[in-house]
């Protein structure tokens, strides 16, 4: 324990230096600015950052892309509050009762209590990962090759089952993503895959690039696609309205926890992200709700949970990424591309060779909570008065932003080139019902999972059964095979069809 | 909203695009050392993960045959000018220099969403170029200049 204390006292020398302090601000401030925009989406923006980190240390990086992401989890929730529009997809499910409510007038409110719910979740994970992080990787440390290939098919399943849309179509895109993150010199015989004899391609596909073109270009083309949205008064929002009754309270600390608690584990699970947490944690609070009736009219029940269980997934989705070296969802991924950018492989020895990295990161999550909390209460108005700029201005400066980040990674156009080709595929794909986020994260995993898979069947000689002989990759395996069993509507059904059969014979 | 039981055909295309798109590396794939399980050469997991493509390709196709279709427009103005934004972006940056390259993108993508307004892209180009400037340049120290090279 008092280990622990010494860790974080390190983390927070780290976090503490005025540096990371500024990139932490600039971090959470940047991602509460997009997660406010509906149509610009925190990987978007994280991609968009990640050639400025190469001229950062990998402490201060890290620290400022992962402000950019729980920032703006926090901000994502006021426009769908007040404008039915979700500011990122995990958001989505707050619109169905931050809606109504700022239609009932209690838009202050609901901004109010979505902040906090957001720091009770963020703060509840932070303290899991002091405690957890160490001893996953105490246990990681003795995992070989073929646990890694093992919770890396979980991972992938999981992502490519559990996001919106066909599991056929995200396995589909996994798969291809994969095939995308092979392009470049193999490393274990130095031959060049993919490349067209292209001397640029024989380092791989330029990872910026390909985040870029999927998240960033296609995203303005999809949102060009659709309508304006509607203008709204910054004035309605005063700091008076923001304090909600007792009675709200009341409702609010329950639903808040067990958000919280939905949001922790599926954050910690490989392959799940901030989206599944708050679809969860609104079904289960529906479920548990003694009248479910008022869901969707306005229930604080419907704010706190899912904006708890954002948070605290969000936050928790460190743990596997850091400890494991495995991302849980496609901006966990580029944060783990941003890692190995800067020559650090995150896995269970990270927490070993670079304490200040790990701890310093964990503790700048405190900080960048408690800089949240100030710039989502009393600075409310500002955000509110951001959604009055028109989007004709904003996306011509998000596509320079795009094109001279790209093009800064290397100097080359090509690079540019490429990313406006993955912009056209991922609208196209988006159009189709193919979502981009797995293809992204089999891109990172793809060429682990390549490695891995050679280098445990080297170990076991060929021989194919070592994936189901080692008891913890056999459990992964097993996880995974549940998952895809779930997946499928037909399994789903079978308990009911059982029990009504059951019934039928008992009557 | 009517829902029409005929084969999506939007979407079998986007099937077949992917059956394609695995086949091409297969093809490729195959002129690697494939190895065996013990030694894995270079093209063993290339190929079997472009066998899974295609499998897949298949199988999305069967799935998409029972879905109704959904019609959506396609978004061809701002496909256009976004693209040749960037495409001109591209060939201006490194012979023009960051200024007539920015404002032609800016320009170039201000027409994928009408009305023109001349006034407030004049304004964005201005401040645009001077934060790439401020940001890049002088900031970062990229090898670029604003004008030629």
């Known amino acids: 324990m008092s280990d622990t204390f010494l860790n974080l006292g390190l983390g927070f020398q780290t976090a503490l230096s005025l540096e990371n302090l ?7 401030t940047l991602g509460t600015f997009v997660g406010v925009l509906p149509g610009i989406g925190a990987l978007a923006t994280i991609s968009m950052c990640l050639p400025l ?3 950062l240390d990998p402490v201060s990086a890290i620290i400022m892309l992962a402000g950019i992401f729980y920032g703006a989890q926090y901000g994502s929730s006021t426009a769908s509050i007040l404008l039915n529009l979700p500011g990122s ?24 209590l979505t902040t906090i719910a957001s720091f009770i979740g963020g703060s509840f994970s932070i303290m899991l990962m002091i405690v957890f992080a160490p001893m996953l990787a105490s246990v990681a440390i003795s995992f070989s090759s073929a646990e890694y290939f093992s919770i890396m098919v979980l991972a992938l399943v999981a992502a490519s089952t559990l996001s919106n849309g066909s599991f056929l179509k995200g396995v589909t895109m996994t798969a291809v993503g994969i095939l995308l993150g092979l392009v470049g010199t193999d490393i274990s015989s130095g031959t060049a895959r993919f490349t067209f004899g292209s001397v640029t391609l024989s380092d791989g596909i330029s990872l910026v690039a390909l985040a870029m ?11 060009l696609s659709r309508g304006n949205y509607t203008a709204i008064d910054p004035r309605s929002i005063t700091l008076r309205s923001l304090i909600p009754t007792r009675a709200d309270m009341r409702r609010f600390w329950p639903s808040s926890g067990r958000g919280t608690l939905i949001g922790s584990v599926v954050g910690i699970l490989p392959g799940t992200g901030p989206t599944i947490a708050t679809f969860m944690s609104y079904a289960a609070e529906k479920r548990i709700a003694k009248d479910s009736s008022i869901f969707g009219k306005g229930a604080i029940e419907g704010v706190a949970a899912p904006e708890s269980a954002n948070n605290s997934s969000v936050q928790a989705a460190f743990i596997p ?3 494991l070296g495995i991302p849980g969802d496609a901006i966990m991924a580029v944060m783990l591309g941003a890692l190995m950018l800067h020559g650090i492989t995150p896995g269970p020895q990270l927490i070993i060779n670079q304490p200040e990295l790990f701890w310093g990161v964990i503790a700048s999550f405190w900080i960048g909570n408690l800089f949240l909390l100030v710039l989502n209460i009393p600075m409310i108005g500002l955000w509110v008065r951001l959604l009055t700029v028109p989007y004709h201005i904003l996306y011509p400066a998000m596509l320079f932003f795009i094109c001279i980040g790209v093009y800064s990674v290397n100097n080359s156009s090509f690079d540019v080139l490429i990313a406006l080709i993955f912009g056209v595929l991922g609208y196209g794909m988006m159009k ?27 170990l076991s000689r060929g ?13 992964f395996l097993a996880l995974t095979l549940l998952v895809l069993l779930l997946s499928m509507r037909w399994f789903r059904t079978l308990p009911r069809r059982f029990g009504r059969k059951a019934l039928q014979r008992n009557e | 909203m009517q829902q029409r039981m005929r084969p999506n055909l939007s979407e079998l295309v986007a099937c077949a695009a992917n059956a394609v798109f695995g086949l091409t590396a297969l093809v490729i794939a195959l002129g690697y050392e494939l190895g065996s399980v013990r030694r894995m050469g270079p093209g063993f997991f290339p190929v079997a993960v472009c066998v899974t493509v295609m499998a897949l390709a298949v199988a999305t196709a069967i799935e998409s045959l029972g879905a109704p279709v959904e019609r959506s427009s396609t978004a061809w103005r701002p496909l256009l000018f976004i693209s040749l934004a960037v495409i001109v972006w591209t060939q201006l940056i490194d012979s023009l220099g960051l200024v007539p390259s ?18 407030s892209m004049l304004l964005l180009s201005t401040g645009i170029c001077i934060a790439g400037y401020l940001i890049f340049i002088s900031g970062l120290r990229m090898p670029l200049t604003l004008f030629g090279r």
């Open chain 1, 22 to 28: 500024m990139f932490c601000m600039f971090g959470v």
């Open chain 1, 53 to 55: 980190t190469f001229y």
């Open chain 1, 89 to 112: 997809a995990p958001a989505a499910v707050t619109c169905l009762d931050g809606y109504p409510m700022a239609q009932q007038g209690r838009s202050g409110v609901a901004l109010f």
């Open chain 1, 213 to 223: 073109g999927l998240f960033g270009i296609s995203e303005i083309l999809t949102n």
């Open chain 1, 321 to 323: 990424t850091l400890t």
């Open chain 1, 432 to 458: 189709f019902g193919f979502s981009p986020a797995p293809l992204l994260l089999g891109f990172v995993l793809g060429p682990l999972l390549e490695e891995h898979f050679r280098r445990a069947l080297l």
């Open chain 1, 463 to 475: 021989d194919l059964t070592v994936f189901v002989m080692r008891p913890v990759s056999l459990l």
């Open chain 2, 102 to 119: 920015t404002v032609a993108l800016i320009v170039i993508s201000s027409l994928a969403k009408p009305p023109f307004r001349p006034v």
